[in-house]
């Protein structure tokens, strides 16, 4: 009876009342287990496909290639102050004959881009394909105060500078010395000079 007592008598609060903490196992989680490892599953968010675009899709090769050789701001003085825009001048050719100059101006400068472009393609040469990568002859040409001269050279490869590489690489000759004889560094009356002087083997 004592010992009942004594049991009776211990306090309630030391009984094993602590609550029991589970450990999560995987079982219980409402989300389920991952499988992807990070936000975007497999491969970012695109997957397997390759990105957020999907297939990547070629863009069509242009008609012809084209180098911009000169860009400058010039402004133009009126009654209300100084007006400002962009004056461009591009080199287009395909690289088998086809060459031409083109200058556009505006104020911005994607838009004067694109007149020199449109202003390129009006203003093409098309050189026959019997003169091969070389030209039959030297010539001598000046436009304006540009003064250029060009010599047939086979098996050299092309020797020339400035906007005279730039028109005959573009027209596909690349047997030729050229050479600037002039003081002046206009690239756009030289780049003519280049064209009228292709002009006469036409």
């Not at 863009?59 to 911009?68: G, L, M």
């Amino acid at each position: 009876m004592e010992n009942d007592k004594q049991q009776n008598n211990t306090p309630s609060g030391n009984v094993a009342s602590t609550p029991v903490r589970r450990r999560n196992t995987g079982g219980d989680n409402k989300r389920g287990p991952s499988t992807g490892g990070g936000r975007g599953g497999e491969r970012g968010r695109g997957g397997k496909q390759g990105g957020r675009g999907g297939e990547r899709r070629d863009r069509p090769k242009p008609e012809f290639d084209s180098k911009i050789i000169s860009i400058r701001r010039v402004a133009r003085v009126v009654a209300g102050g100084r007006r400002f825009s962009f004056s461009v001048v591009m080199v287009m050719g395909d690289k088998k004959g086809r060459v031409g100059v083109g200058v556009g101006k505006a104020t911005d400068t994607a838009l004067a881009i694109d007149k020199a472009t449109r202003n390129g393609k009006k203003n093409m040469i098309n050189l026959p394909s019997e003169m091969g990568s070389s030209i039959p002859e030297p010539v001598e040409m000046k436009y304006s105060s540009a003064r250029i001269m060009m010599r047939p050279a086979l098996g050299r490869g092309l020797i020339a500078g400035s906007a005279v590489r730039t028109v005959l690489s573009l027209a596909g000759r690349t047997d030729i010395n050229a050479k600037i004889i002039s003081p002046s560094k206009n690239k756009l009356n030289i780049a003519r000079a280049t064209v009228k002087a292709l002009q006469t083997f036409i």
